[in-house]
């Protein structure tokens, strides 16, 4: 099983989607009710768990005890092999501590098996095997076992998250060659990498502050912020579309903030998402399908905002989609508040691209 469950081992640090083959691997050995694979920093905790059912009970143990003193003390440890609960705890403590006294004792756990690897980006790894309390603490002989597994076991992690970075800067290396600005961001929005066409950006149209990536208009830069918040708090987000207003010699710029997906991607790289400058630059009014892509809008959104930016007013628009003048105002709020805009002549110029003829700076150029 050794042999077969290294081969595994090694095979999803290449390929992360088969990390949760290997976690069921793990938990038979251990004779588990579950497995999980943790990455924890000090503000946060991202996992990927054996099955969707043990999901919920390390949901539970993270979301509702964040900060617990055991998976304190099991880094506090620092211990080069695999420990137990009763190594950190003894049984006095376990009924007086939170995690264990509300939770963990309730459902029947409370007896596991866990390491903890430290990463070169400041991040700890933690692979645990929850026991049910009716099949007693793992023996030695197990430990021992899972201690000779260990130095590969944090090859493997490492590997996989220097791939994960790697694929991230791949990305915006490949949006470079195409001609379009990409920035690499983690979960609170600081830059990880960035490609010459978004540095040139700097500081024209961001900055590259040490808290978060910032973005010089300030209506912009709200929406990013809330786009980083919602990034954070919902686990289905969606691309989100900011509007940059022009500025002299600048054209009105679109920026895509899209997040990076896959629960096991997520688990190995600090990066979250990428952010995809789009300059609009067009004189003449772009079509539905155009206004749809840089704003992400829905078929009638984008019909709507494509007749109002070719001038008409909404009765007319409403008339031409054969809808109600309520209805297409309805449509065009909708449209303003995704668009981050506030009066129906600002998406007109945004979407015309104000008449300017020049491009995004090349590699090497910055704007004035």
Known sequence: MDEKFLDSLYEAAVVPELWPQVLRQFQEVARGAGAVLVAVTPSSSRWISSSA?????????????????????????????????????????????????DFLLPQGLGIGVATSIASPTGESFILHAERAREEGHVDNKLIARFDRMRPHLARAMLLSARLEFERAQGAARALEAIGLPAAILDREGRVLAINPRFEALIPSVAVDRPSRLALVDAAADGLLAAALQARGQIASATVRSIPVARRENQPPLILHLTP?????????????????VTPVVVKDVPTADVVQGLFDLTPAEARLAALI??????????????VMEETARSTLKRVLSKTGLHRQADLIGLLRGAGVTNGLPGPGERTP
């Open 53 to 101: 059912e043990f999901d919920q009970v390390v949901a539970t143990h993270f979301n509702n005890f964040p900060g617990n003193e055991r998976t304190r003390r099991l880094l506090e440890r620092r211990h080069a092999g695999f420990l137990r609960d009763i190594d950190i705890f003894s049984e006095g403590e376990m009924a007086n501590e939170p995690v264990y006294r």
């Open 260 to 276: 990076i997906r896959g629960a096991a991607h997520d688990i190995f790289s600090r990066a979250a998402s990428i952010l995809v």
């Open 309 to 322: 930016a070719a001038g008409h007013r909404p009765r007319e628009a409403a008339a031409a989609l054969g």
